[in-house]
């Protein structure tokens, strides 16, 4: 075979001149830029989001705005995550609620301000990482308890009537709200919903924030029912600052809230920056001053009469799909916020409170994500996950945690002392007890069952391969193994110690392994299929295909494109030369190439020069592609779903080049470390 197309031409000036450096302004021009289109693009999403929350918070509705203004400026300017954007959060507003009922307004501002300063001590004590280590499981199962509270408590307020006290009161209370609904609030909160839902399904322009548009046609439909009831405020956001009040007793209660709120503000927060990392390869989070930048805006919202404040995924992954370059997006999403709730007071007041409840309701049904619960399932931790939920909706948050962090704890230590015993028996030689994992004083009845099992007299070998044998066990075995031996028969034990690896096989030469994998030699020649990935070091073949030495026949380079002659020379000798039945496109999750293709590479780079021929793949994604809508609708950021673009469109390029062989897309999640592939315009997980 002989691909006769050519590789894309290079203008010979432009090859031959090296790149050159940009000048400094240049850079923070086009950085400027950049930011003040996402800037306005997250504070299109934030205002209403901040208007919804505050609503189910049961604070005043400016506690929102001004929340969302301080999150910007003050831990957009000091946090350690440069791209995430901070403001109220629906993880919050059941906590809030229940401060709000339980010490009134002014007291849980104050308890924003101490859960900012104890979240300051975190980060200057350098402990915020310990929260990284609160189960995955436990989070998202107290996120989705939340959505489901937020929902059902919503759904009230769309059918025109209020919210009862608890998850099962609202359960049970909702036929007979259906069945008394009001015709305008029903009618404006049902709009709602359906435009936040469909406006990402049909391909509408992103850069147009779906929550934005539901409340103003919203708004706008509510006209035709003036006895809608409405946003009240008292005035603009400076008549609305509220200073904190010190509480009168229950000092314990208080203490008790300050701690809830710091935990959950701290966790949320650095789960949405490890979440931010991953949409963007060139910045990375520094937790500590992070949680110090996220503490410093609670103390701030909080003598405010502001809500507390957390970093927002929502928001991070709108602002870095906008192209967001440096924390200057972040600060001025929230002088755009503070400047609306300051000068267009009337214009809040328009919107119908049942248009804000059918975006809570959005909100909190997209808290429970079946992607969580799948990978809990995956890691035996659905349990944990089900007894967080259960205790959040059936008696409060705090429960909830517990409950969950309990089981976890359970499962853990369950699975430390899980241990394995087996009974062998060889045809010829003794028999084999091997005995792995944890051998602990749990394992003792287990231990004790398959060792009776070895007739008496009987030539035996324990092998041991543990990684714990604690006193209780040994001595069992002791016991055993002399009772064993009283009656005549060989009994050996063998430890892990006992097949230790020669240390000098750890420093052998390479002749030594040459020697050893000499009989692999001739699968080299003789690949299963050629892989063409992208030339980023955690994309590896072998790794992603669960592959030996020479099973493939790989060629990577930057952003996986077969468009240059390198890569069509490799297809060329793959097919002709080694008989390949099967060639692989293979795209990753957070890739660099595709991040500079949609921010724009330095001009006149090499990378630009590279990227290039790829333009096509981003030009296809804004025209609205199948596997970009599909990767869209699935929840990837942009960055992913212009990934998996590429590479549809990478064996768009070999089929037409007529390569006689099978053409398959796969993408590689790298956090998760699951392999998609590509059938009927969508990436399907192997799992």
Known sequence: MILTTDPPAVPPQTAARAPRRRPPWTTLRADLAADLGASLVVFLVAVPLSLGIALASGAPIMAGLIAAAVGGVVAGALGGSPLQVSGPAAGLAVVVAELVTRFGWGVTCAITVGAGLLQILFGVTRVGRFAQAVPPAVVHGMLAGIGITIALAQLHVVLGGSPRAGVVENLLALPAQVVAHVTGAAAIGLLTIVVVVAWPLLGLPRAVPAPLVAVVLATAVGGFFPALERVDLPGGMLESITPP??????????????????????????????????????????????????????????????????????????????????????????????????????????????????????????????????????????????????????????????????????????????????????????????????????????????????????????????????????????????????????????????????????????????????????????????????????????????????????????????????????????????????????????????????????????????????????????EGHPVGRAALRAGRSEVDALSMVNVALQLEQLRELGVPAELTGVWFDVPAGTVHVLENDEFRSLR
């Open 245 to 622: 009040l010190l509480p009168r007793g229950d000092w314990a209660g208080v203490a008790g809230a300050v701690l809830t709120v710091a935990l959950i503000a701290s966790a949320e927060s650095l789960l949405s920056a490890v979440a931010v990392d991953r949409m963007q390869p060139r910045l990375r989070t520094d937790v500590d001053r992070e949680l110090v930048g996220q503490g410093a805006a609670n103390a701030v919202s909080g003598l405010l009469g502001g809500l507390p404040v957390t970093g927002v995924i929502v928001r991070s992954a709108a602002n870095v799909a906008a192209g967001a370059r440096t924390r200057a997006a972040t600060v001025l999403h929230g002088v755009w916020v503070a400047v609306f709730a300051a000068a267009l007071v009337a214009v809040i007041e328009l919107v119908p409170l049942a248009a804000l409840a059918g975006l809570l309701v959005v909100v909190g049904a997209k808290l429970v994500r079946p992607e969580d619960v799948r990978t809990a399932r995956q890691h035996s931790e659905l349990a944990v996950y089900l007894v967080t939920l259960g205790g959040v909706l059936l008696v409060n948050l705090l429960a909830g945690v517990g409950a969950g962090l309990a089981a976890a704890g359970v499962l853990m230590l369950r699975r430390s002392a899980r241990s394995r015993v087996r009974l062998e028996t060889p045809p010829d030689g003794p028999r084999r007890v091997v005995v792995g994992g944890t051998l602990s004083f749990l394992s003792v009845p287990l231990l004790a069952r398959v060792l009776a099992r070895v007739p008496p007299g009987v030539p035996v070998h324990v092998d041991l391969v543990v990684d714990y044998l604690d006193h209780a066990a040994y001595d069992h075995l002791d016991a055993w193994v002399r009772r064993h031996r009283a009656t005549g028969a060989w009994v050996r034990v063998s430890e892990p110690g006992d097949r230790a690896e020669p240390v000098a096989g750890r420093f052998a030469t390479w002749s030594h392994w040459q020697a050893t994998d000499a009989h692999h030699a001739p699968r080299v020649r003789e690949p299963a299929g050629l892989l063409l990935g992208c030339s980023d070091a955690r994309a590896v073949p072998d790794v992603i295909t669960a592959g030996a030495s020479g099973d493939l026949f790989t060629v990577q380079n930057v952003g996986n494109l077969v468009t240059d002659t390198g890569a069509r020379a490799a297809v060329e000798y793959a097919v002709d030369v080694l008989g390949v039945p099967v060639i692989a496109v293979c795209g990753h999750s957070g890739c660099g190439a595709m991040q500079a293709l949609l921010t724009g590479a330095a001009p006149d780079s090499s990378l630009e020069r590279w990227l290039q021929p790829a333009r096509r793949s981003l030009a296809a994604l804004r």
